[in-house]
């Protein structure tokens, strides 16, 4: 149940001193945020302590019991036939999704897929209009049903993330935990101080940290209360390109150690591919695939999902079974297929062997340089425009002539009636 005991004389004061201080320190939208940040960890914490065994129980009072060898592991949340419109528009629309406990999930997709929506409605602050969403087990939305934002034990990371300026280190992490007793309090705060790597930094302030840590100061307040799952809201935008790369890695290594369930709304691929263990790809307010980095870039689900996921190449063909006959030969396919088809073959896929002028497939129009690899373009004496990724040791001039050679299988989609 709500707790609508009255907020006593020091409550309100301090609640009126730090609306003041957001007033001459941020802007509406992050004021906004932080009012979210609160309603969740305020009604999440009041439910801490009966949610967390007590540390003094015998082992007599919970008798083990053997797990099933068969038995699948606990999902940390689902969504079934999920379900939001504004007004005419669909911004989620049935969207089928599952995580199990313990896994980092991406949902990638352009701007205005409807990914940022589906994390809203997970973590409450919409309701569905159909559908159901379940995290832990628990049922937090459905018909006639939906759990305030302040009970689904979720933590939020805000694109802005929302560190209250006045508060330092300790007291943004410990802002969470107020209903906690005062020795689990400090026990914890010093728990996930050493976990995001932030102990002898309590009493900075948000000022005197740089971009990263103040990343870790967002991550280690969601994470204090221990929530059923962590929500993240394109949180490396703010970061420059040099310092995002740093920060993913720890982010994901702070979630590994701390058996986190965690998703991360990016329209960033390489921040997708690189970060999480599963990624789901919502184009149009649905999920079109849910699949490992790997499995996603190298089988996609259909067309759309490779054009989006990687730089591509379609070539028009004709499959039988597990080959294929395009303008660059007979090629094998990952999976059997028959009639008119899509090619799909990767840059890297594509080798570049030069060649006489008399015998060459192609000859070079481009070639942009990034250090680490090359992009080539190259035009086939058909017209047709090919990208070939390359290591950064290979030079080709421009107008040289090249043979073309594909590396591995590929893949192949039904071509589309229309």
Aim: charged share 25%; proline share 6%; net charge neutral.
């Amino acid at each position: 149940m709500v707790d609508e005991r009255k907020p006593t004389v020091r409550e309100e004061m301090a609640d009126k001193k730090l609306e003041k201080k957001f007033d001459k320190k941020f802007n509406v939208r992050n004021w906004e945020l932080a009012a979210e940040l609160r309603t969740l960890e305020e009604g999440r914490d009041g439910d801490a302590k009966a949610a967390r065994p007590s540390f003094n129980h015998s082992q007599a009072d919970h008798p083990a019991t053997e797990p099933s060898m068969t038995q699948a592991p606990p999902l940390g949340l689902r969504l079934r036939g999920v379900v939001k419109r504004f007004g005419e528009v669909g911004a989620a629309n049935h969207v089928d999704l599952e995580v199990p406990s313990g896994q980092l999930l991406a949902l990638l997709g352009p701007s205005g897929c409807g990914k940022t929506t589906t994390l809203r409605l997970i973590a409450g602050f919409e309701h569905v209009d159909a559908g159901v969403i379940e995290i832990g087990g628990e049922l937090v939305a459905g018909p006639g049903v939906h759990v305030p934002p302040e009970k689904r034990r979720v933590g939020m990371v805000f694109q802005e993330y929302a560190i209250f300026p006045h508060l330092n280190v300790l007291e943004n992490i410990r802002f969470g935990l107020h209903r906690y007793p005062p020795h689990l309090r400090e026990e914890r705060v010093k728990t996930v101080l050493e976990l995001v790597g932030l102990l002898g930094l309590e009493k900075r302030m948000p000022h005197e940290l740089s971009g990263g840590q103040q990343q870790r100061v967002a991550l280690a307040r969601a994470l204090a209360p221990e929530p059923a799952v962590i929500l993240l809201d394109e949180p490396f935008s703010n970061l420059d390109a040099g310092l995002r790369v740093r920060v993913r890695a720890e982010v994901r290594a702070i979630l590994k150690q701390a058996n986190a369930t965690a998703i991360f709304v990016t329209h960033d691929q390489e921040e997708a591919l690189s970060l999480v263990d599963q990624v789901a790809v919502m184009l149009h307010g649905q999920v079109q695939q849910v699949a490992s980095p790997q499995k996603l870039y190298r089988q996609p689900a259909n067309r759309a999902v490779a054009e989006f996921v990687g730089e591509a190449n379609f070539l028009e063909g004709r499959a039988s079974g597990r080959e294929v006959e395009c303008a660059l030969g007979t090629l094998e396919t990952q999976v059997a297929v028959q009639g008119p088809v899509d090619v799909l073959i990767r840059p890297e896929n594509i080798e570049l062997i030069p060649a006489s002028a008399q015998a060459a497939d192609a000859r070079v129009r481009s070639q942009l340089f990034f250090g680490h690899d090359q992009l080539v373009t190259v035009q086939t004496t058909s017209g047709l425009l090919l990208d070939v990724r390359l290591g950064p040791a290979y030079h080709f001039a421009f107008g040289q002539p090249v043979k073309l050679r594909v590396v591995g299988p590929v893949m192949a989609y039904p071509r589309s009636s229309s």
